[in-house]
């Protein structure tokens, strides 16, 4: 393989791309993202306190009796500054770190795809992509790939990533455009898919709570958004691709692979498949079908064990709740079948290697999510991600907007706030009782709020720091480039979420009001018409 020199010509830079290039100069002055987090759970930790002193609170839009509603009706912010507040730090330090939901994640399947990457699976499975797929359409095969991949939750963050790092590194290209093609796909498309994911019946379900405020009886579907949200796979697909070939890309320029981890870098990987490596790959398929075949026994018949035990529903289900599961039996099994195939996995002992060794790769990970972790545990307690929610809805409010142009600023409104309340389930149980009731007042169905609220919640996922994954992205990248700092993560991910923000916002608009489409199934556009 030819890999890129630095030495190249560097690409022409344009307007935009010198514009990122401030955002990452500016980015990359702060320090190293380990300690980036520990200043800023200690900055809460000093903000909580001048805000407590303040007296700072906003008026819960949740109902009086709700689950975490206060008796007085208040959000007011909590300060950890105070003798409750040190105590709550040091007795639950321990639980912020192991009870962050990604690092299980990651570590468990981390484990499983340890068995394949060690056995020489993955390596063959991405030559025998890369050297039979047409070079021009990776790109769009790796978006596409990312944002279906959300049927399946963390799958796309922990596996498509990485491999469409190694993926484009086989190719002679850029190995951070490739992962940055992943990411926009997995977290950007985050909302937008061809299936009925894990989120939509969570998010239905807090929609429906929302507008029995003003309408005690109504009903919100998990299908609520699945035309619009199918419709969108293709257009993300389609900018997420465009932006990652004429924009991310050429950025990045030539890449200088003396910056990278050298565990990292496998100059064989566009060297044709060896016999023993084909017969593995036809071996690995045979253990992945009889994996595919014991997921369909425990979903699909109704005596299905992993079904949803109460209703059978097969989404809202054991099945998808713990799919990282089937991750781990995925490659464990997949690899073990290859590695057995070719002679490198005899015995337990090269097993059990290989998920040691996986789990050694993520050093830098793990002590980054421990300080990141107390970040967000920190900035949850004090409420003051909730405050900010409050603030930017009741913002919204006063403008006194009501036609349909209303939409474009409540999605930059609900981008906005996710840059500090990652979760989109937190935000929306948060901003959905306000946001719901006021614009179902003015005539616009739950369901298209709904739709509208998705939008504005994936676009910036891929540029806040508050999203549960992205230090495990960083991580990633850092492999590549040991010298890549927050400042070029986020400057490399910016141009997807412009791009999104503009042109799925205005494809809302065109969808909802100019052709008068509906956003799912049985959903109305406007209310009580």
């Not at 909580?48 to 912010?77: C, K, Q």
């Not at 997949?334 to 998920?355: E, F, L, N, P, Q």
């Not at 003015?442 to 996922?461: F, H, K, L, M, W």
Request: hydrophobic share 55%; with cysteine.
């Amino acid at each position: 393989m030819q890999t890129p020199t630095p030495s190249e010509a560097p690409p022409r830079r344009n307007t935009f791309t010198r514009f990122l290039d401030g955002v990452e100069w500016l980015g990359n002055l702060l320090p190293h993202p380990v300690t980036l987090f520990a200043i800023l759970a200690f900055g809460i930790v000093l903000l909580s306190g001048l805000f407590g002193w303040m007296g700072l609170a906003v008026e819960d839009p949740r109902p009086v009796g709700a689950r975490g509603v206060a008796e007085d009706g208040m959000i007011r912010a909590v300060s950890l500054l105070n003798g409750d507040g040190i105590r709550r730090i040091f007795t639950n330090l321990v639980t912020n770190f192991t009870s962050f939901a990604p690092l299980g994640v990651v570590l468990v399947a981390m484990i499983g795809v340890g068995v394949a990457e060690k056995s020489g699976l993955l390596s063959a499975a991405v030559r025998s992509m890369v050297l039979s797929a047409p070079r021009h359409m990776v790109t769009v095969a790796i978006v596409f790939a990312g944002i279906v991949s959300n049927t399946a939750s963390e799958v796309g963050y922990v596996v498509l990533i990485p491999l469409a790092g190694a993926i484009y590194y086989a190719l002679g290209r850029h190995p951070l455009a490739g992962m940055a093609a992943a990411f926009a796909g997995v977290s950007g498309g985050y909302s937008a898919n061809l299936l009925i994911g894990t989120i939509d019946p969570l998010l239905a379900g807090i929609t429906q709570e929302a507008a029995r405020l003003i309408d005690p009886d109504y009903v919100v579907l998990a299908t609520a958004n699945w035309y619009f949200m199918a419709a969108s796979t293709f257009l993300i697909t389609a900018i997420g691709s465009l932006v990652s070939i004429f924009i991310v890309e050429p950025k990045l320029g030539p890449y200088d692979a003396s910056r990278a981890d050298p565990t990292i870098l496998d100059e064989r990987m566009m060297e044709p498949l060896r016999n023993e490596e084909k017969k593995g790959l036809i071996w690995a398929g045979v253990a992945i079908l009889g994996v595919f075949a014991l997921m369909a026994l425990t979903l699909v018949p109704e005596w299905g064990v992993l079904r949803n035990p109460e209703n059978g529903d097969r989404i809202d289900s054991p099945f998808f709740g713990g799919f990282v599961v089937w991750i781990l039996i995925f490659f464990v099994v997949s690899g073990y079948a290859y590695g057995r195939a070719v002679g490198v996995m005899k015995t337990d002992t090269d097993v059990i290697d290989a998920m040691a060794a996986a789990l050694a790769s993520l050093g830098l990970y793990i002590l980054l999510v421990f300080f990141a972790a107390q970040f967000v545990a920190f900035f949850n307690w004090t409420n003051l991600g909730a405050i900010t929610a409050v603030g930017g809805a009741q913002f919204l409010k006063d403008t006194g907007m009501t036609g349909p142009l209303v939409f474009f600023l409540f999605i930059l409104m609900c981008a906005v706030i996710n840059l500090s309340l990652g979760s989109a389930s937190a935000q929306w149980a948060v901003t959905a009782p306000i946001f719901v009731p006021m614009l179902m007042l003015i005539g616009y169905s739950p369901e298209v709020i709904q739709a509208a609220y998705r939008i504005g919640d994936s676009s910036t996922n891929i540029i806040t720091p508050m999203m549960s994954y992205f230090g495990l992205i960083l991580a990633w990248a850092t492999r590549y480039d040991k010298k890549l700092g927050v400042g070029t993560l986020i400057a490399m991910m910016l141009p997807y979420s412009i791009f999104f923000l503009l042109f799925w916002s205005g494809f809302f608009f065109l969808w909802t009001f100019v052709f008068g489409l509906p956003v799912g199934p049985g959903s109305p556009t406007y209310y009580g018409v």
